[in-house]
């Protein structure tokens, strides 16, 4: 569900069964032309599908955090600690671009990074996915 599609006066109904904040991490640093950010914004949304279809019942995607790298992760990390504070439990980083991990974003509960992720021969992304998001979830209740 994007954040769009909650309001004010669903959410306090919503609210204990959208347990799971997911932020788009792009990673942009506006050296690309604008058809290298189209097809990054591409591969995120396409990464993103992964996540938001399956569980769509139970994540909020947030807007997605267009420009940094790794370097720049400050703000990154502080919106996770945000959205913890009105109530998410979880907060998923996804990223299609950046290498990125847990540890680069201690206030995230998980970073799903598409190129850390690419390198599990055999088996399909989506079910890597879909595999460390319950697994999240599991070892957190």
Known sequence: MKFSEVDEQTWPE????LDTCL?????LSG???????????????????LAE??????????PAIQYGNTEDIKLLNEVCHNVKLIGFKFVVIMTADV?????DVPE???????RRLEGNEGIPLSATVSGQIS???????
């Open 31 to 49: 050296s690309e032309t604008p058809w290298e950010a189209t097809a990054a914004l591409e591969r995120l949304r396409d990464f993103m599908d």
């Open 53 to 62: 279809i399956p569980f769509k019942g139970r994540l909020v995607t947030y």
């Open 108 to 114: 995230s509960t998980l970073v799903l990074s598409r």
């Open 23 to 27: 932020i788009p991490f792009t990673g």
């Open 135 to 141: 697994e999240m979830w599991q070892q957190e209740s």
């Open 14 to 17: 919503l609210k204990p069964f």
């Open 99 to 103: 290498e990125l991990s847990k540890e």
